[in-house]
């Protein structure tokens, strides 16, 4: 069983509406997962005296995240040749938002850390997915545009979370709860999306399933798609997914230079991130230290200033009257 020319339930058939639709609902997933990697951070201010833990522990939550990022994937990835992209990005998206309503409402710094732990590999289908799904609807020829817009979401936000976060924490009615508060909003507005317009991409996935309609229609089991021919079973994609990561990194000196310029390139981000929340917002915007930060970091830090909070009067530098010993004398 396989597509017949024109199909329209080939997913590169799909009309121009559609394909940017699910474009952009899977790109709106991918800013959300790459935003709560840097907005958790700014809310250490108000974390650390609320959760009674020190600053080390509250780093530990920021830490986590990208470890969840990198690991739950190698296990996920064949759930999407056997299960379809769709489920996964819905069961993705739930856990996602359940993950920050965890932390909104935890009591202890642990609860946190496991949180954000199971969060980053929740959030890790938006990130290594969209990809995919955009390879499944769009042409070599017209992906250019959409992978530049992954691209975007998912560099650029990890840069705008901490705008939203910043000025959430420098209001003290809300801090550091809020902050997960909204990406529980957020996200729940993104689930809704996905359930409402993300449509199945993978083509092994759809032909099965049309597979398996024709043998229930007609009785005749000799209908087969070529997935049920030609894949292998879950549990071979597993020990595939599992072990051929590791021997590639040990075995190609590509993929290893490539793995140590991005792990370190990462790990400069992370500590950039993590610099971010030394001095509270209002401090930092008024501090004459010069930046140590990625611009985009340091724009949004230094516009988290609460725009009710009174604005400091600006600094005049004394005139050299006020520098003279003894009361004044008269001309």
Request: hydrophobic fraction near 45%; charged fraction near 15%; proline fraction near 8%.
């Amino acid at each position: 069983v396989k597509y017949n020319d024109g199909d329209s339930a080939n997913p590169v058939n799909f009309s121009y509406a559609r394909k940017w639709t699910i474009t952009l609902v899977a790109c709106t997933f991918t800013g959300l997962s790459a935003a709560a990697a840097s907005s958790y951070n700014l809310g250490f201010d108000s974390i650390i005296p609320a959760l009674n833990c020190t600053q080390f522990q509250a780093t530990v939550g920021l830490a986590v995240y990208p470890l969840g990022f990198g690991i739950v994937p190698i296990f996920t990835a064949p759930f999407s040749e056997e299960l379809g992209r769709r489920p996964l990005y819905i069961v993705s998206a739930l856990g996602f938002m359940l993950m920050h309503l965890m932390v909104a409402e935890a009591k202890n710094i642990q609860t946190v850390i496991l949180a954000r732990l199971l969060g980053g590999g929740f959030g890790s289908t938006g990130a290594t997915m969209v990809g995919g799904s955009i390879a499944d609807i769009w042409r070599p020829s017209e992906r250019g545009l959409p992978m530049s817009i992954f691209a975007v979401a998912a560099v650029g936000s990890t840069g705008l979370g901490p705008v939203a976060a910043g000025w959430i924490q420098a209001n003290p009615h809300l801090q550091w709860r809020w902050i997960q508060w909204l990406h529980v909003i957020v996200t729940a507005l993104c689930l809704v999306l996905l359930v409402l317009f993300m449509r199945e991409t993978r083509t092994s996935v759809i032909l099965t399933r049309r597979t398996k309609k024709l043998r229930a229609e007609t009785g005749d089991d000799r209908y087969r798609s070529v997935a049920e021919i030609e894949l292998p079973s879950l549990k071979t994609l597993l020990i595939i997914s599992c072990t051929r990561p590791l021997r590639l990194l040990l075995t190609e000196p590509v993929v290893a230079s490539f793995s140590l310029w991005i792990g370190f390139a990462w790990g400069i981000l992370y500590c950039m991130v993590e610099y971010v929340p030394v001095s509270p917002a209002h401090r930092l915007l008024n501090s004459p230290r010069h930046p140590r930060c990625p611009r985009t970091l340091h724009v949004a830090r230094a516009t988290s200033t609460s725009p009710t909070s009174p604005a400091r009067p600006p600094h005049r530098q004394p005139s050299p009257s006020h520098h003279t010993r003894g009361p004044p004398r008269h001309q």
